[in-house]
């Protein structure tokens, strides 16, 4: 995994290991988008990132999604697990029901710390244009796998396959992009398989989580 960081230079590409995690209004450089390409106009924060070591999180309050979220629980609850961190009795859990809403709780001082999908600030932006100065990254985590759109299996394989076609078809026009990214924070999709969702299954055996998660 990689992210973005702002220099002096302009916009660098890091390595998993220094990650600071994407700016408000840059594109992930896995999008297929030039680095730097703004997402919108106006004056909006460029986003604040650093790191911190993930033993400032004991004694916080935290702001996650849902238990059911990879993004929003699982894996962050796994990275505190494995930085020796009870994501129960060593923080205050606090279940906000959306990443934004996750993000909200921070920007508004009701949590110290939240947790979202990578950067869920950016939805954000519009109506809080200091939400990358308030609401600062500092640690990501291992790549999650992202929504998927599913069909029925009943659904015959010529029809599934004119569904996926029409979406990324769409996705691959100016406007098309720009109404996922900002419904989802998709910019571009590949057929899924089954093996892509094997780091889901191990973090919820990790987590005891016993529903079967397909």
Request: glycine share 10%; net charge negative.
């Given at each position: 995994?990689?992210?973005?960081?702002?220099?002096?230079?302009?916009?660098?590409?890091?390595?998993?290991?220094?990650?600071?995690?994407?700016?408000?209004?840059?594109?992930?450089?896995?999008?297929?988008?030039?680095?730097?390409?703004t997402v919108d106009d106006g004056d909006?924060?460029?986003?604040?990132?650093?790191?911190?070591?993930?033993?400032?999180?004991?004694?916080?309050?935290?702001?996650?999604?849902?238990?059911?979220?990879?993004?929003?629980?699982?894996?962050?609850?796994?990275?505190?697990?494995?930085?020796?961190?009870?994501?129960?009795?060593?923080?205050?859990?606090?279940?906000?029901?959306?990443?934004?809403?996750?993000?909200?709780?921070?920007?508004?001082?009701?949590?110290?710390?939240?947790?979202?999908?990578?950067?869920?600030?950016?939805?954000?932006?519009?109506?809080?244009?200091?939400?990358?100065?308030?609401?600062?990254?500092?640690?990501?985590?291992?790549?999650?796998?992202?929504?998927?759109?599913?069909?029925?299996?009943?659904?015959?394989?010529?029809?599934?396959?004119?569904?996926?076609?029409?979406?990324?078809?769409?996705?691959?026009?100016?406007?098309?992009?720009?109404?996922?990214?900002?419904?989802?924070?998709?910019?571009?999709?590949?057929?899924?398989?089954?093996?892509?969702?094997?780091?889901?299954?191990?973090?919820?055996?990790?987590?005891?989580?016993?529903?079967?998660?397909?």
């Open positions: 995994a990689t992210a973005l960081e702002n220099t002096a230079d302009g916009v660098a590409q890091v390595g998993a290991l220094d990650a600071v995690a994407l700016q408000v209004g840059v594109y992930f450089g896995d999008a297929g988008k030039a680095l730097g390409e909006v924060s460029p986003g604040t990132s650093c790191m911190a070591d993930l033993s400032k999180v004991k004694g916080k309050r935290v702001a996650f999604t849902s238990e059911s979220s990879t993004s929003g629980y699982l894996f962050p609850a796994l990275q505190l697990i494995e930085a020796g961190i009870d994501p129960v009795n060593d923080i205050t859990p606090i279940f906000t029901g959306g990443h934004d809403a996750a993000v909200v709780a921070v920007y508004n001082g009701d949590a110290d710390i939240g947790v979202s999908y990578d950067d869920a600030r950016r939805t954000l932006r519009k109506e809080k244009l200091d939400v990358g100065d308030k609401v600062i990254v500092f640690n990501i985590t291992s790549e999650v796998p992202n929504d998927v759109i599913a069909a029925s299996s009943l659904l015959p394989d010529s029809l599934q396959t004119a569904i996926y076609n029409s979406i990324a078809a769409f996705l691959d026009t100016e406007e098309g992009e720009a109404a996922w990214d900002e419904a989802y924070g998709w910019t571009s999709i590949r057929p899924a398989v089954d093996s892509d969702f094997d780091v889901v299954r191990a973090a919820a055996e990790a987590l005891g989580i016993t529903e079967p998660l397909g």
